[in-house]
Protein backbone atom coordinates (compact mmCIF):
# COMPACT_ATOMS: atom_id res chain seq x y z
CA UNK A 1 0.00 0.00 0.00
CA UNK A 2 1.27 3.29 -1.14
CA UNK A 3 0.41 6.50 1.65
CA UNK A 4 -0.45 10.15 1.07
CA UNK A 5 -0.54 12.08 3.74
CA UNK A 6 -1.91 15.76 3.80
CA UNK A 7 0.31 18.32 5.16
CA UNK A 8 -1.26 19.28 8.53
CA UNK A 9 -4.06 21.82 8.52
CA UNK A 10 -5.22 23.85 11.81
CA UNK A 11 -8.83 24.88 12.55
CA UNK A 12 -9.56 27.69 14.84
CA UNK A 13 -12.46 25.67 16.82
CA UNK A 14 -12.22 22.93 19.69
CA UNK A 15 -12.09 19.16 18.03
CA UNK A 16 -15.65 18.20 19.72
CA UNK A 17 -17.11 21.22 16.84
CA UNK A 18 -14.54 19.67 14.16
CA UNK A 19 -15.71 16.06 14.71
CA UNK A 20 -19.11 16.76 14.81
CA UNK A 21 -18.64 18.61 11.42
CA UNK A 22 -16.68 16.25 9.68
CA UNK A 23 -18.05 13.26 10.92
CA UNK A 24 -21.96 14.06 8.60
CA UNK A 25 -20.66 14.09 5.54
CA UNK A 26 -23.90 15.77 4.77
CA UNK A 27 -22.01 19.19 6.16
CA UNK A 28 -19.86 18.93 2.20
CA UNK A 29 -22.66 21.45 1.40
CA UNK A 30 -20.93 23.75 2.97
CA UNK A 31 -17.95 23.51 1.03
CA UNK A 32 -19.16 23.11 -2.19
CA UNK A 33 -18.13 26.30 -3.92
CA UNK A 34 -14.64 24.97 -2.70
CA UNK A 35 -14.54 21.84 -5.09
CA UNK A 36 -11.90 21.72 -7.34
CA UNK A 37 -13.32 21.81 -11.30
CA UNK A 38 -11.50 18.20 -12.33
CA UNK A 39 -13.87 16.96 -9.43
CA UNK A 40 -17.75 16.17 -10.81
CA UNK A 41 -20.68 13.97 -10.01
CA UNK A 42 -20.08 15.05 -6.15
CA UNK A 43 -23.19 13.38 -4.02
CA UNK A 44 -23.30 12.66 -0.26
CA UNK A 45 -25.33 11.68 2.66
CA UNK A 46 -24.18 11.69 6.09
CA UNK A 47 -22.37 8.52 5.68
CA UNK A 48 -20.44 8.47 2.39
CA UNK A 49 -19.51 10.74 -0.67
CA UNK A 50 -18.66 9.64 -4.13
CA UNK A 51 -17.43 11.70 -7.25
CA UNK A 52 -15.83 11.59 -10.60
CA UNK A 53 -12.01 12.74 -11.03
CA UNK A 54 -9.82 11.79 -13.88
CA UNK A 55 -7.50 9.89 -14.49
CA UNK A 56 -8.99 7.92 -11.00
CA UNK A 57 -12.49 7.32 -12.16
CA UNK A 58 -15.29 7.03 -10.29
CA UNK A 59 -14.48 7.04 -6.51
CA UNK A 60 -17.12 6.37 -3.51
CA UNK A 61 -15.51 6.93 0.55
CA UNK A 62 -18.26 5.84 3.45
CA UNK A 63 -17.84 6.37 6.87
CA UNK A 64 -17.17 2.53 8.45
CA UNK A 65 -15.47 3.85 12.20
CA UNK A 66 -15.91 7.20 13.72
CA UNK A 67 -13.69 7.78 17.26
CA UNK A 68 -14.95 10.81 18.59
CA UNK A 69 -13.77 13.28 18.51
CA UNK A 70 -10.48 11.98 17.41
CA UNK A 71 -10.98 9.95 14.19
CA UNK A 72 -13.10 9.31 11.33
CA UNK A 73 -12.13 6.41 9.27
CA UNK A 74 -13.30 5.78 5.49
CA UNK A 75 -13.52 2.67 3.12
CA UNK A 76 -13.32 2.92 -0.58
CA UNK A 77 -15.69 1.48 -3.19
CA UNK A 78 -16.37 2.26 -6.86
CA UNK A 79 -12.94 2.61 -7.20
CA UNK A 80 -10.47 1.42 -9.98
CA UNK A 81 -7.75 0.47 -6.70
CA UNK A 82 -8.49 -1.14 -3.07
CA UNK A 83 -7.88 2.31 -0.48
CA UNK A 84 -8.83 3.59 2.68
CA UNK A 85 -8.48 6.96 4.39
CA UNK A 86 -8.75 8.49 7.95
CA UNK A 87 -9.11 11.86 9.20
CA UNK A 88 -7.01 12.51 12.39
CA UNK A 89 -7.94 15.26 14.65
CA UNK A 90 -5.91 16.60 17.68
CA UNK A 91 -6.57 19.51 19.90
CA UNK A 92 -4.19 21.62 20.65
CA UNK A 93 -5.76 24.51 22.00
CA UNK A 94 -9.25 25.20 23.69
CA UNK A 95 -10.27 27.02 20.09
CA UNK A 96 -8.03 24.98 18.21
CA UNK A 97 -7.94 21.39 16.41
CA UNK A 98 -4.77 20.30 13.75
CA UNK A 99 -6.20 17.83 11.03
CA UNK A 100 -4.43 15.47 9.01
CA UNK A 101 -6.13 13.17 6.16
CA UNK A 102 -3.84 9.78 5.42
CA UNK A 103 -4.68 8.00 2.10
CA UNK A 104 -3.37 4.11 1.78
CA UNK A 105 -4.17 2.86 -1.36
CA UNK A 106 -3.08 -0.38 -3.71
CA UNK A 107 -1.77 0.96 -6.66
CA UNK A 108 0.05 -1.46 -9.01
CA UNK A 109 3.24 -0.57 -10.13
CA UNK A 110 2.37 0.33 -13.61
CA UNK A 111 -0.57 3.12 -12.81
CA UNK A 112 1.73 4.38 -9.18
CA UNK A 113 3.53 6.89 -10.89
CA UNK A 114 -0.01 8.20 -12.98
CA UNK A 115 -1.74 8.32 -9.99
CA UNK A 116 1.07 9.14 -7.72
CA UNK A 117 0.88 12.98 -7.71
CA UNK A 118 -2.58 13.52 -8.11
CA UNK A 119 -3.89 11.74 -5.56
CA UNK A 120 -1.11 13.61 -3.29
CA UNK A 121 -2.44 16.68 -4.88
CA UNK A 122 -5.67 15.62 -4.04
CA UNK A 123 -5.76 15.02 -0.40
CA UNK A 124 -3.86 17.84 -0.17
CA UNK A 125 -6.23 20.01 -1.58
CA UNK A 126 -8.80 17.94 0.36
CA UNK A 127 -7.39 18.82 3.75
CA UNK A 128 -7.55 22.15 3.00
CA UNK A 129 -11.34 21.97 1.47
CA UNK A 130 -11.69 20.60 5.10
CA UNK A 131 -10.39 23.06 6.97
CA UNK A 132 -11.96 25.89 5.39
CA UNK A 133 -15.60 24.28 6.37
CA UNK A 134 -17.64 27.05 8.00
CA UNK A 135 -17.78 26.05 11.36
CA UNK A 136 -19.36 28.31 13.37
CA UNK A 137 -22.57 27.55 11.75
CA UNK A 138 -22.81 24.04 13.57
CA UNK A 139 -24.16 26.41 16.57
Do not use: H
Not at 17 to 46: Q, R, W
Not at 86 to 92: A, C, F, G, P, V
Not at 108 to 123: A, D, H, R, T, W
Amino acid sequence: MTEFVSETKPIPYGNEIVYKMLADLNNLEKVKNLIPPGMEDLTFDSDSCSFSMSPVGKVRFYIVDRESPKTIKFAVDQAPMNANMWIQLKETGERETKMRLTIKAELNPFIKPMLSKPLQEGVNRLAYILANMQYETLG
